[in-house]
C-alpha cells in the first residue's frame, strides 16, 4: 500500500484522528471531479477534441475516485 501513495500524495497527508485534514482532501477531490465534469459537459460537444476530453477526464476521474478511497483507508488505519 505504501507504493501507491507516492502517486497520491493528498491522500497520503491524511493522519488517522485528523478530521480537519480529512474533509480537507475529500472536498479537494469531490471539487477536482465535479470541475472535470463540468468542463467536459462544456467542450463535450467539439467533435474531435470532444472523445479526446472524455478520455482524459475519465481517467482523471478514477484517479479521483482511487484518491479518495486511499484517503478514506489512510483514515481509518489505527
Do not use: D, H, Q
Amino acid at each position: 500500500m505504501e507504493k501507491v501513495y507516492p502517486f497520491f500524495p493528498l491522500s497520503a497527508g491524511v493522519e488517522p484522528g485528523n478530521p480537519k485534514r480529512f474533509v480537507l482532501t475529500l472536498a479537494i477531490y469531490l471539487v477536482a471531479c465535479g470541475v472535470l465534469r463540468v468542463l467536459c459537459a462544456i467542450l463535450g460537444w467539439i467533435p474531435l477534441v470532444g472523445w479526446l476530453l472524455e478520455l482524459i477526464f475519465s481517467l482523471m476521474g478514477i484517479y479521483c475516485v482511487v484518491g479518495l478511497v486511499l484517503a478514506i483507508v489512510k483514515f481509518c488505519e489505527k
